[in-house]
């Protein structure tokens, strides 16, 4: 399977800043995901990130907290904006494999904010 | 709406025991099918996944899961737990490319 990575792996950020995440994959992928996991949680899709079109988002999760980007098809971003305590979270990226719905995941970006 | 349920939020096991993590999914027709597990500051990792065919499958690490139309579930098991399970795991429906995964249960492994 394909090798995803994620840069920051954690950050300890203050309220009302921006944090980007990247996600890095060793082959080419249509489909990027983005999830979130609260402490404690299970995970919730924030959105679906195809490259050369908008993301996708989930009910309850917007693009100007949440922008996304998809430059090509081994990389995307996701900023989380404008930041509070209840944006501490682990945020993970996946890709989907193959015809079906299987994903992969990267290592997650631990986050936790002032 | 689909939805996935994990009826136990927690499970200890001793290790060289048996383990069974239960599952069950509500969806209109047979979804694919996955386990995940996430190990203590780690992402996912996949276990195993049921799309079609025979109902027992096999996965990484010595687990095996169980897909039961008439119930509605897809428990994973193992015959004998080491330390290094000690994790949380997830079971997980696909549909339409998207994933819905249940509340997760931990397993603590005691010596």
């Known amino acids: 399977s394909a090798v995803i990575s994620q840069k920051p792996s954690r950050d300890i950020c203050q309220r009302g800043t921006s944090l980007t995440i990247q996600c890095q994959v060793d082959?080419?992928?249509?489909?990027m995901f983005w999830y979130r996991q609260q402490p404690g949680q299970s995970l919730t899709l924030i959105a679906t990130?195809?490259?050369?079109?908008?993301?996708?988002?989930e009910s309850g999760f917007v693009i100007d907290k949440f922008p996304i980007s998809r430059p090509n098809l081994t990389f995307s971003t996701l900023t989380v904006s404008n930041m509070s305590p209840e944006d501490s979270s682990i945020y993970l990226c996946?890709?989907?494999?193959?015809?079906?719905?299987?994903?992969?995941f990267g290592p997650g970006t631990r986050l936790t904010v002032l | 709406a689909q939805s996935v349920t994990q009826p136990d939020i927690h499970i200890t096991v001793s290790e060289g025991a048996s383990l069974e993590l239960r599952c069950n999914y509500s969806?209109?027709?047979?979804?694919?099918l996955f386990w995940y597990v996430q190990s203590p500051g780690q992402g996912l990792q996949l276990l195993l996944k049921?799309?079609?065919?025979?109902?027992l499958v096999q996965g990484i690490k010595g687990f095996e899961a169980e897909f039961k139309r008439s119930q509605s579930s897809f428990n994973l098991r193992k015959p004998s737990v080491h330390w290094s399970d000690a994790a949380e795991y997830f079971c997980?429906?696909?549909?339409?490319?998207?994933?819905?995964f249940g509340a997760g249960t931990t397993v603590t492994v005691r010596a």
């Open positions: 990130a195809n490259q050369g079109s908008e993301a996708t988002y």
């Open positions: 049921y799309f079609s065919g025979d109902t």
């Open positions: 996946s890709i989907k494999a193959g015809v079906t719905d299987t994903q992969y």
């Open positions: 997980a429906v696909g549909q339409n490319y998207k994933l819905s």
């Open positions: 969806y209109g027709a047979t979804p694919y």
């Open positions: 082959s080419q992928v249509t489909m």
